[in-house]
C-alpha cells in the first residue's frame, strides 16, 4: 500500500523500531503514566485534536529525551510532532522536527553505496515530509531538494518510488519553472498509481496535472485530449 502525507507519518512511527540502532546507554524506563500520554498523543492526532496533540507529542518527546530512549522511539515522535504541526501550518517547527529527525535516522539509514537506495524505507518518507513543510514556507526550491533527496534514495526511477512524492516533486517543479520537469512526473506518478497501486483516482488527479502542465507549455491539444480522456475515463 502507498502512502500519502498523513500516512507517511503513521506509518513512520510504527516501522522505525526495527531498523535503527540503539541508544548506547540503557535507557530509562518510562512511567505508566508516560506512556499513557504517549499513546494520548497519537490518539488525538489521529482524531485530528491538533492541539492537543502538538502538547502531548512536546511533553512525550521532553520525558524521552530525560528518559535517554533509543534513537527510534525519538525520531518516531519528532517524525509525528511534525505531522501535527502540518496540519496546524506551523511549517517552520514542522521543519525543525523533521530536521532533527533525519539527523538521527542518517547514520543507520544512508546508503551503504553511493547512489544506492536507502536502508529503510522511513527514510526517504521523512524527506518527503520536510519538502511539504518547506511548500508551506513556500520554499519550491528546499523542497523540490528534498523531494529530489526522497527520490533517488529510493531508486530514481521504477517501482519503488513512492508515486505521491513524483507528484509533489512535479509541483515544485512548477512552481520553480521546470514544466517539462514536471511533466516527467506527473507521467510517472500516474502510471505508477495506475500499474502499481491500482489507485484510479491518485492516477486521475496525476493526469490532470499533466494536462495543466501541457497547457502551461503551449501543448494546448494535447492538453485538451488528456483533460477530455481525465473528465470521461472509459
Do not use: H
Request: with cysteine.
Amino acid at each position: 500500500m502507498r502512502l500519502d502525507r498523513r500516512n507517511v507519518v503513521l506509518q513512520t512511527c510504527l516501522a522505525l523500531s526495527p531498523w535503527l540502532s540503539p541508544a548506547p546507554a540503557t535507557p530509562a524506563e518510562p512511567t505508566a503514566e508516560q506512556v499513557l500520554v504517549a499513546k494520548r498523543a497519537f490518539q488525538a492526532f489521529d482524531n485530528r485534536e491538533l492541539p492537543l496533540a502538538d502538547e502531548l507529542f512536546t511533553a512525550t518527546i521532553e520525558s524521552w529525551r530525560n528518559l535517554g530512549r533509543g534513537v527510534e522511539e525519538l525520531t518516531s515522535l519528532l517524525v509525528a510532532r511534525a505531522g501535527v504541526r502540518v496540519d496546524r501550518t506551523d511549517f517552520a517547527a514542522a521543519k525543525a522536527d523533521l530536521d532533527e529527525a533525519i539527523e538521527l535516522m542518517a547514520p543507520t539509514a544512508e546508503p551503504v553505496t553511493a547512489g544506492g537506495r536507502a536502508r529503510y524505507r522511513e527514510y526517504p518518507d521523512a524527506f518527503v515530509q520536510r519538502g511539504l513543510a518547506r511548500e508551506g514556507l513556500r520554499d519550491w526550491r528546499g523542497a523540490l531538494s528534498d523531494y529530489d533527496r526522497a527520490v533517488g534514495l529510493w531508486g530514481g526511477s521504477g517501482d519503488g518510488v513512492n508515486p505521491f512524492a513524483l507528484s509533489y516533486r512535479g509541483r515544485a517543479r512548477s512552481e520553480v519553472g521546470d514544466l517539462d520537469g514536471a511533466l516527467a512526473d506527473f507521467r510517472a506518478s500516474a502510471a505508477l498509481f495506475a500499474r502499481v497501486d491500482k489507485n484510479d483516482n491518485q492516477a486521475a488527479a496525476a493526469r490532470a496535472q499533466e494536462a495543466v502542465t501541457l497547457y502551461g507549455l503551449g501543448r494546448y491539444n494535447e492538453a485538451v485530449r488528456i483533460a477530455r480522456q481525465v473528465a470521461t475515463p472509459s
